[in-house]
């Protein structure tokens, strides 16, 4: 390699470090977590919402089977203990939901009706929960 390529490598590679430094560095390297303070890898909430079968039309018309239908397309909020929303999410098809969130207390909160839990989340833990919510809403 010649010189003036070994400059213009060592130039680069200068840049890439400052710019690295700047961002916090690459992910796993030892870069600074956002808050400046080491943090616990998150948990996850994986959860479900759910109505009764019946006639309300967004319960799935299923009437009778008494199998819980699924609520596609609602909302989902995560707030922290100071009711700060720190996380959203939408229903999938099924009703099913993901929200990662850093380890502590939440309330998870559906938008239709308001129906809402208090879950506690742990590090690297998939906490389960499912929000069932009335077709009278």
Do not use: W
């Not at 870069?31 to 009764?52: D, E, F, K, N, Y």
């Not at 995560?78 to 309330?107: C, H, K, M, N």
């Amino acid at each position: 390699m010649s010189p003036v390529h070994r400059g213009v490598c060592g130039a680069s590679a200068v840049i890439c470090s400052l710019v690295l430094a700047a961002c916090g560095g690459p992910a796993g390297h030892g870069g600074p977590a956002p808050s400046g303070t080491p943090s616990a890898p998150p948990g996850v909430v994986r959860g479900q919402v759910v109505r009764p079968p019946g006639g309300d039309p967004r319960s799935g018309n299923v009437g009778g089977s008494g199998t819980a239908v699924p609520v596609n397309g609602d909302y989902i909020e995560a707030s922290d203990d100071r009711a700060q929303v720190v996380a959203t999410a939408v229903t999938a098809i099924g009703g099913s939901f993901e929200l990662v969130l850093a380890p502590g207390a939440y309330r998870i909160t559906e938008g239709i009706c308001g129906v809402s839990r208090k879950v506690e989340v742990r590090s690297r833990v998939v906490t389960p929960l499912v929000l069932s919510i009335p077709n009278a809403c």
